[in-house]
């Protein structure tokens, strides 16, 4: 036969464990959410730069302008496509198709830098603006005034980016 106490404290220990499961369902949540966060926010800006290397790769060097932002119609007024083609072109210090492609990815302020290897010797710094999705030159090869947070992301979970990037 059952006592009186024999249930005492059974109801807190479901509720305990009803609130742990909660705790930590909201921190998976919580923590899943802001890494696609960060592995995603640049998503355009990332989707701009490989349709520019997969054009480069395919030799469709107006279409690779056209993701320059610019078109054989309405050129750049500081990057001709002759311009381009000097230096995505076909040649000495042209793209190697064995290496050629974005190395990584860094959120920049109002942009994103990406480092593009284009052959053995040679890496390139692009940057996109994020307001204008202007696809062009770094102005700086890293970037300036980044907090240290962020940099430590960069060097941590930034390497979560690579596989994303091919």
């Known amino acids: 036969m059952p006592g009186y106490l024999d249930q005492y404290g059974a109801g807190e220990e479901r509720r305990n464990r009803t609130i742990a499961r909660l705790i930590i369902g909201t921190l998976t949540v919580v923590i899943v959410t802001a ?13 701009q730069v490989k349709a520019f290397v997969a054009a480069i790769r395919t030799g469709n060097y107006p279409e690779a302008y056209k993701a320059w932002g610019c078109t054989a119609e309405k050129p750049c007024r500081t ?10 072109g076909p040649g000495k210090s042209g793209p190697d198709p064995s290496v050629f492609g974005i190395v990584n990815t860094e959120s920049c302020n109002n942009g994103v830098l990406f480092s593009v290897t284009v052959n053995s010797t040679r890496t390139e ?42």
């Open 79 to 88: 990057y001709s496509l002759k311009a381009m083609m000097e230096d995505w």
């Open 125 to 166: 710094t692009l940057w996109v603006d994020k307001r204008e999705d202007g696809l062009g030159f770094a102005p700086y090869p890293v970037c300036p005034n980044k907090n240290p947070f962020a940099i430590m992301l960069d060097r941590t979970i930034g390497q979560l980016k690579k596989p994303l990037l091919r």
């Open 35 to 47: 890494v696609g966060w960060y592995l995603f926010a640049n998503h355009r800006q990332d989707s």
